[in-house]
């Protein structure tokens, strides 16, 4: 019985990675939730996993869903660096 509720509620990190992953695009259930966050009060490791997927989930939404000036804001800026570079290279 002991075992059963310590499987119940701890996680491995690859299974607490894959319900962070799961958690971006879909909703867990009751039981992922509450065995993800068990897991999450204990391993800094998977706490810090979880702030950069959102980061990166969030950049990745940005620059799909960008709107044209932020896109041509970001060609201006390349272009600024690359003028810049070739003053101080000459």
């Known amino acids: 019985m002991k075992n059963k509720i310590m499987h119940f509620l701890f996680l491995s990190c690859l299974k607490a990675t894959e319900l962070i992953e799961k958690k971006l695009h879909l909703k867990l259930t009751l039981k992922e939730k509450i065995r993800l966050e068990?897991?999450?009060v204990m391993c800094d490791a998977?706490?810090?996993y979880e702030e950069q997927s959102e980061i990166i989930e969030e950049g990745i939404?940005?620059?799909l869903h960008g709107?044209?000036?932020e896109n041509s804001d970001t060609e201006k800026l390349k272009?600024?660096?690359k003028i810049k570079l070739q003053e101080h290279q000459h």
């Open 38 to 40: 068990l897991h999450k």
């Open 46 to 48: 998977c706490s810090m």
């Open 61 to 63: 939404k940005k620059h």
């Open 67 to 69: 709107t044209p000036s």
């Open 79 to 81: 272009e600024q660096i």
